[in-house]
């Protein structure tokens, strides 16, 4: 049973740093494609960044490019969000999500697996 787990949400003023934790546990090989997502209230949930852990590609949301790094550590099957210049806008609930199969990366269709999300809120 694979399982997502994220940490590292809270709240900051606009301009502070936050880095998300996702850590995969529940397979014996490494889910290929992980993803970030987020969602705010009354909102679809939108892809932020992923990576195709294999090859170290990573793609990013125009809203948060140059601003948000996604990066893995394959010894702790962990995969990060450092959120840097955060504005009001970023404030959503941040989910993990992983796949085996490559798709459209910032479709949510594409990850068979969700962890339970983290709160991320930027006062302004």
């Known amino acids: 049973q694979v399982q997502l787990v994220e940490s590292g949400g809270g709240s900051v003023q606009a301009g502070g740093s936050l880095n998300l934790s996702c850590a995969i546990s529940?397979?014996?090989?490494?889910?290929?494609?992980v993803g970030w997502f987020r969602q705010a209230p009354g909102q679809e949930r939108e892809g932020v960044a992923a990576?195709?852990?294999?090859?170290?590609?990573?793609f990013y949301a125009d809203s948060v490019a140059g601003r948000f790094t996604i990066s893995q550590d394959n010894a702790k099957n962990t995969v990060s969000l450092q959120m840097n210049s955060l504005k009001p806008e970023d404030t959503a609930m941040y989910y993990c999500?992983?796949?085996?199969?490559?798709?459209?990366?910032?479709?949510?269709?594409?990850?068979?697996?969700w962890g339970q999300g983290t709160q991320v809120t930027v006062s302004s």
């Open positions: 529940g397979s014996s090989y490494s889910l290929p494609y």
């Open positions: 999500a992983a796949s085996w199969y490559r798709g459209d990366w910032w479709a949510p269709r594409t990850y068979d697996y």
């Open positions: 990576v195709y852990r294999s090859r170290t590609n990573s």
